[in-house]
């Protein structure tokens, strides 16, 4: 007699994938993947353990009766796909749109698609070169979390919703080139800074083409369509280098549709309108999945004996930080820095504690210079990179002394900026009326988030808890000037409070 039961639980950890899951019960047992719609059946006849899988095809073939939606494309989307992939060593797509209009699945099915490989008259051609995914949406990330905007070199197509790949540090399918901290998740807070790293992002893709020449970029424009955002991806368009614009909706609005055409014309650039696909049911806001995202985020980890990546149960309170001197002889950051509002640095203890901060690396000491330089100077963005684009023409002796003096001139610049709060003595890197001026991106990158979970005044020391690997940041230690934390406009992470509770119930049953 066989026996079935059907049961809901919770896996804490995964070391093997899923082809690795064993019996969770003694009886029949039953384990769904939603995100894969891959049902595995646990079966012990003899004490022998069977895998077995099916598909589910809708919510019915659910025991667990959740929602589930198959991907359906509209036509005019396969046709799009399929004329991008068959010009991909040329194609350098920007999508667009307003929210919620289909840009991250459209980027999504683009990018696998053209990692897959296909059949061209009876052979196989792959893509050898991979693809570059230039996110610049800091609120919905694909491969990283949310605060930040990135380049990513893809080699293998993947799956699933961004909370199963928040990271892609230790993974085999693909790494991140360069990211730059937003600290927020709308580039509408500093959209200088957001066109700046944006421009500096698309530079090392034309490096990366100097060893992969057939490598196609798609770009992930976030739906700030509308004023400035409007503004800065017409600005992309005549700027970029790229060869396509898509945008998400038939239905306008005119005026944004008309400005982008126009841009599209004059820049010699193909405008393709695809049909909007909204979500007709949501299980999860936007603030929520963002929660998960970067509650998986801190979780995750990429063991070097694993080929799949490591959740860890363990609640962030009581995982093992990385302790940071911030002063004394080993002093192990530069400074702190608060974007955003204007605040009093005597405060500087409270917005820190229990916050989310960037871990920023600082390459040369003239990204403080400069970003000083540029806020005494005022003036448009789109001027400043022009003038930039003209300090690059001068001869090659100049620039050395110019170098040269910029350094000296750094040296001493850092020293006056860098002030230490009464009370605890954290060193306070300070530039402009009232809040910081993020650091230029052509001399700064961040290395990912960390939460600061506290701050030990008498040994003068922050704790911090990060899934970045700490090779990895005694790495930038030993080829930079130093690291900056820098504390956006990310919501103080709640969930951590919520984990304590559910693993004191656990505990208590």
């Not at 203890?349 to 403080?368: K, P, Q, R, T």
């Not at 530039?431 to 988030?449: I, K, Q, R, Y």
């Not at 934390?485 to 693993?503: A, F, K």
């Amino acid at each position: 007699m066989e026996f079935v039961a059907y049961g809901e639980c919770r896996l804490s950890t995964i070391k093997s994938g899923t082809a690795g899951v064993r019996l969770l019960t003694r009886k029949r047992s039953r384990v769904a993947f939603s995100g894969r719609f891959q049902l595995y059946e646990a079966l012990l006849p003899k004490s022998k353990l069977l895998l077995k899988s099916a598909q589910l095809y809708s919510s019915s073939d659910d025991p667990l009766k959740r929602n589930l939606r198959p991907l359906h494309l509209e036509k005019k989307w396969s046709v799009a796909i399929k004329v991008f992939s068959q010009r991909a060593a040329g194609l350098r797509v920007l999508i667009c749109g307003p929210k919620s209009s289909g840009k991250s699945t459209l980027s999504r099915y683009l990018l696998n698609h053209l990692l897959s490989p296909t059949p061209q008259e009876g052979s196989r051609r792959d893509n050898t070169d991979g693809v570059a995914f230039l996110d610049l949406d800091p609120g919905q990330p694909e491969f990283s979390p949310m605060g930040q905007i990135y380049l990513a070199h893809l080699r293998n197509p993947l799956f699933g919703p961004p909370f199963s790949h928040p990271t892609l540090a230790g993974s085999h399918n693909g790494t991140i080139l360069r990211a730059h901290h937003i600290g927020a998740t709308s580039p509408k807070e500093d959209p200088d800074h957001y066109v700046l790293a944006a421009t500096n992002l698309m530079d090392c893709y034309q490096t990366l083409l100097n060893s992969y020449p057939q490598c196609p970029l798609i770009i992930n424009y976030p739906g700030w369509i509308f004023g400035p955002g409007l503004e800065i991806a017409i600005w992309f368009v005549k700027s970029l280098g790229i060869s396509d614009v898509v945008y998400m909706s038939e239905k306008g609005p005119d005026e944004v549709i008309g400005q982008l055409s126009q841009a599209a014309r004059e820049a010699g650039v193909a405008l393709t309108t695809l049909p909007s696909q909204p979500i007709s049911f949501m299980t999860r806001s936007s603030s929520q999945l963002r929660s998960m995202q970067i509650q998986s985020y801190f979780h995750i980890s990429h063991p070097r004996e694993a080929q799949s990546p490591v959740w860890s149960q363990i609640p962030l309170s009581r995982q093992k930080p990385i302790y940071v001197n911030y002063a004394g002889e080993r002093q192990g950051i530069l400074g702190v820095m608060v974007q955003g509002n204007q605040h009093d640095p005597n405060l500087l203890f409270d917005i820190l504690h229990g916050a989310i901060v960037g871990i920023v690396v600082v390459e040369n000491l003239s990204a403080i210079a400069r970003n000083r330089e540029k806020l005494e100077s005022g003036g448009d963005i789109f001027t400043n990179l022009d003038d930039r684009e003209d300090e690059n023409m001068c001869e090659v002796e100049d620039d050395i002394i110019t170098r040269e003096q910029d350094t000296r001139r750094s040296d001493s610049l850092i020293e006056s900026l860098i002030s230490r709060t009464p009370r605890e003595g954290l060193p306070y890197l300070f530039v402009g009326n009232g809040s910081c001026t993020p650091l230029d991106p052509e001399a700064s990158h961040s290395l990912g988030l960390a939460w600061l979970r506290t701050i030990d005044v008498s040994a003068r020391r922050i704790e911090l808890i990060t899934p970045i690997p700490v090779s990895r940041i005694h790495d930038a230690l030993q080829h930079s000037q130093g690291l900056i934390l820098v504390r956006g406009q990310l919501d103080n992470p709640d969930w951590t409070i919520s984990e304590d509770q559910h693993i004191a119930q656990t505990e208590r049953r």
